[in-house]
């Protein structure tokens, strides 16, 4: 019975964590999507006629993946160039979220 016990509790406590996991990363989906995709594309590419016209970062690149998770967070919350901020749009938490989900771009490219 308790090894039973013990397998339940740990496919119970994966689920969890998988679901929650799942659940942030759509999240992060959603916010990009909402705030980001029409300039830098849903791929990151910046392959947009918005994108194109104000030179949107291609965000799979060496040159943005280099910088750190701090340096991200600053330019999505104050803008860089012709990129808006959006410090009063996105939650503080979002923004790590995006950051992390920026991060998975570079792997598909």
Known sequence: MSSFFRRFTVF?????????????????AKTFKANCAMCHAANGSGDTAPGKALKAKDLRSAEVQKHTDAALTEIISKGKGKMPAFAETIQPDDM?????YVRGFAKQK
């Open 12 to 28: 119970g406590t994966f689920c969890l964590v998988f679901s929650y996991a799942a659940n942030a990363q759509s999240d992060a």
């Open 96 to 100: 790590k979220k995006i950051v992390a």
